[in-house]
Each structure stands twice: as structure tokens, then as C-alpha cells.
């Protein structure tokens, strides 16, 4: 897979902002809906797409402490501020706001009148749902995508690079070394996002606990060897598991489950939002230490896992991905539910070689499920498109066409 080299001055690096996929769902979304709401990880460019997107909406953001004490102080007056809405950034800061804006647009009636971000998805969902439920469309944006990166003409040299270097927009937009980035990403999520969520005390704990997680990324989760091995309990790892899911570290891809055979594996697969944190947490200080690391087919598994999730996503879609294995160690690496018995298995390949062995799981899967069955297909790194008997072989670079 080759993307244009060197850092360019393109057209959305001059206009200050890369184009989301996202934001077609978003207007839409905001002539049905009075409130808007955006969350997803720190760093992911909620900020700027709603500013950008809504640039008669005034914008307030409750991180700012001389903001979030009036708002504290005095919600009411606060958004009186704001008769004809606002853009509320890190809302969830401020809890008492989301009554009052349920009053107004209640009052009001009007689409499209505030827009609401955060990054602390647990505390931001718990008020929304709580205040607001059925008066907001709630939008999940992640990490830049494989699309969004080319249409942006955003350069990189290889898959190795891109995993690497991760989807986080600042990184391309800033030129900032993936180093750097990912070190103070890490900090300040774990000093300011995990202690507000839960009252972890001991980071280096934590932190080793993430690591742990890093490392056995694109395997089967097994909650009491991962407690083990950092030394809490299976109580403790599970607690923690929820933190990092809802703060949009890691996903949890869920066995397929169908009645076709009752010893399937029942836990979920563990995986990252973003390819370049998993590296930095491993150690991994080069982009060509990937293409040698024990880990890189998973790290390739988690870079098409992840990129599919940001294709959902961006369309205001709940995810159809699952994974599929039975306890003889059958395996399919991705099932896409299309509904109406109709799902499409997936292999995932990092090897850029084609070989027959890759359809091997596919005879078995073949055999015992009972779904309608769509042609075999293995996503590798390669760069040609290939079709045989057995399946067909798609390149990453132009596997979209697998979600549609």
C-alpha cells in the first residue's frame, strides 16, 4: 500500500481542517435534532469539526476554568448568554447545564440549536441519557480514517508507517512525532480522564495494566490471566477493561453467535482504537520495527478492525463486526452481520505473499454455519486485487467495498 511521501500543504491543511467523513451524518442529523451530541477520544478533532461545521454557533469550552465556574455557579444565566444555542465543548464538566438546555429546547422546539461535545464518554453519556434522551443525536468520531487520510492526500510511506504513526489528526497536522504525541497522550489521559472516571490511585498500575492490554491485542480476552499477570484481581481488570473502553482506548469485538454450533468461544476479541498508541504502549519507537514484531499481525488485524469501526461510525451506524471461533481453534477474523442470515467471513492477512492457506478456515466455516454464504475473502497487505476459486484476496487499501 503506497500513499504519497512527503508532508504537502494541501487544501485542508490550509482551511486549518481535514475533512470528515462524519460530518455529512452530522448535517443531516442537525435538521432533525435540537441538540447535537459529539463524543469520542481526546485529540480525535471533535473541537474543530463542530466549530467548523457550525460556525454561527457560538463557542464555549467548560475546560476553561473561568467558563465552567459561571456555568457552575449559574447554569441558567450561563446559557442565557446563548438565546439562540451555543457549541458547548467538554460539557460534561458541568452537569447541571444539561436540565436546563433540555428546558430550552423543549421551549424552543427548534433544530439544531446546541451542539455538545466530550471526551469522558461515560460521565458525558450518563448526563445525556439521563437529560436529553430523545432530543439528541448522538455522533461518535474517532481517529482519522484510511479514506479520510487519502482523500486528504495525507502522506505515508507503507503499512508499516501507518500503523505506526497511528490516525490521531493532530499528528499530520502538527507534524509531530508519533513519540511525542503518544507519550503525552498517555499522561494526560491517565492524570486527568481515569481519575475522574475511577478512583484508580495507583497509575503505574494502570499503566502496566495498559501495557498488558497492548500486548495481547487481536487475542481472546482471558480476564483472569491478564489480572494475573498484573497482579490485581479479576474484579480489578474488569473495572479497569471499562474504563478503557469508554474512554475510546480499546474495543472489545464480540463473538459471532448463531445456533449453528454450540461450542463457540464466548469471550471477545481485544483490540485498540488507534494502531499508533498500541506501538508506543508495546515500545516501539520506529516504524520498521513493525514489519519484525511478534505482534504484527495483530497489529494489522487491529488496523482493519479499527478502520471499519470509524466506516459505522461515520455513518451514524452501530458496528456489524464480530469474530468467529470454535473451541478447536477454527477461526474466522472478521464476520460482518449483514442481517437476514447474510454474513460476510473475513480473513485478515498481514502477509503481502498469497497463499492457499489462507482459505483453510473458510472450508470448516463453510461446513457448519447455516447463514447465507458471499464469496470467501482474505484482506491482506499486498496491493493487487486477485480472485480464485477459493475467494478472493483484497488489498487494504480497497477493502471498503466489504461494508457497504
Excluded at 485542508?12 to 455529512?24: T, V
Aim: with cysteine.
Amino acid at each position: 500500500m503506497q500513499f504519497d511521501c512527503g508532508f504537502v500543504q494541501n487544501l485542508f491543511y490550509i482551511c486549518g481542517m481535514i475533512q470528515r467523513n462524519i460530518s455529512i451524518k452530522i448535517k443531516q442529523l442537525a435538521t432533525k435534532f435540537p441538540v447535537i451530541t459529539v463524543t469520542g477520544p481526546r485529540q480525535s478533532g471533535k473541537s474543530t469539526l463542530v466549530k467548523n461545521m457550525f460556525p454561527k454557533l457560538p463557542y464555549a469550552t467548560l475546560e476553561d476554568p473561568d467558563v465552567r465556574l459561571l456555568a457552575t455557579s449559574d447554569p441558567r444565566g450561563f446559557l442565557s448568554n446563548y438565546p439562540k444555542g451555543a457549541i458547548l465543548d467538554e460539557v460534561q464538566h458541568v452537569p447541571q447545564l444539561f436540565s436546563y438546555i433540555q428546558g430550552i429546547v423543549d421551549e424552543k422546539n427548534k433544530a439544531g440549536m446546541f451542539v455538545l461535545s466530550g471526551s469522558q464518554n461515560f460521565l458525558l453519556m450518563e448526563k445525556v441519557t439521563q437529560s436529553l434522551a430523545g432530543r439528541t443525536a448522538i455522533c461518535q468520531l474517532l481517529p482519522l480514517s484510511k479514506n479520510e487520510m487519502q482523500k486528504a492526500k495525507i502522506p505515508c510511506k507503507d503499512i508499516n508507517q501507518l500503523i505506526y504513526t497511528g490516525f490521531y489528526p493532530r499528528i499530520y497536522d502538527k507534524h509531530i512525532d508519533p513519540q511525542d504525541f503518544y507519550s503525552s497522550y498517555v499522561r494526560t489521559y491517565l492524570e486527568r480522564d481515569v481519575r475522574q472516571i475511577k478512583n484508580i490511585t495507583d497509575h503505574s498500575l494502570f499503566m502496566k495494566f495498559l501495557k498488558m492490554c497492548a500486548a495481547r491485542v487481536g487475542s481472546v480476552l482471558n480476564l483472569h490471566s491478564l489480572a494475573n499477570d498484573c497482579g490485581i484481581s479479576a474484579n480489578t481488570a474488569k473495572a479497569w477493561l471499562s474504563v478503557l473502553e469508554t474512554g475510546f482506548i480499546i474495543h472489545l469485538l464480540q463473538p459471532y453467535h448463531n445456533n449453528f454450533n454450540k461450542r463457540l468461544m464466548k469471550s471477545p476479541k481485544i483490540y485498540f482504537y488507534d494502531t499508533g498508541l498500541v506501538c508506543y504502549l508495546l515500545g516501539l519507537d520506529k516504524a520498521e520495527q513493525v514489519a519484525t514484531h511478534f505482534l504484527r499481525g495483530g497489529l494489522f488485524e487491529n488496523l482493519v478492525i479499527s478502520d471499519a469501526l470509524k466506516h459505522y461510525y461515520n455513518k451514524g451506524k452501530q458496528s456489524p463486526l464480530y469474530y468467529w471461533k470454535d473451541k478447536t481453534h477454527k477461526e474466522i477474523d472478521l464476520i460482518i452481520d449483514k442481517g437476514n442470515r447474510t454474513a460476510i467471513p473475513i480473513e485478515i492477512k498481514s502477509g503481502e505473499t498469497r497463499t492457499s492457506d489462507y482459505f483453510r478456515n473458510f472450508e470448516y466455516w463453510n461446513k457448519v454455519s447455516d447463514v447465507k454464504k458471499p464469496v470467501n475473502t482474505v484482506i491482506y497487505s499486498g496491493l493487487k486485487k486477485v480472485v480464485t476459486t477459493a475467494g478472493n484476496y483484497v488489498p487494504f487499501d480497497s477493502y471498503e467495498f466489504l461494508l457497504k
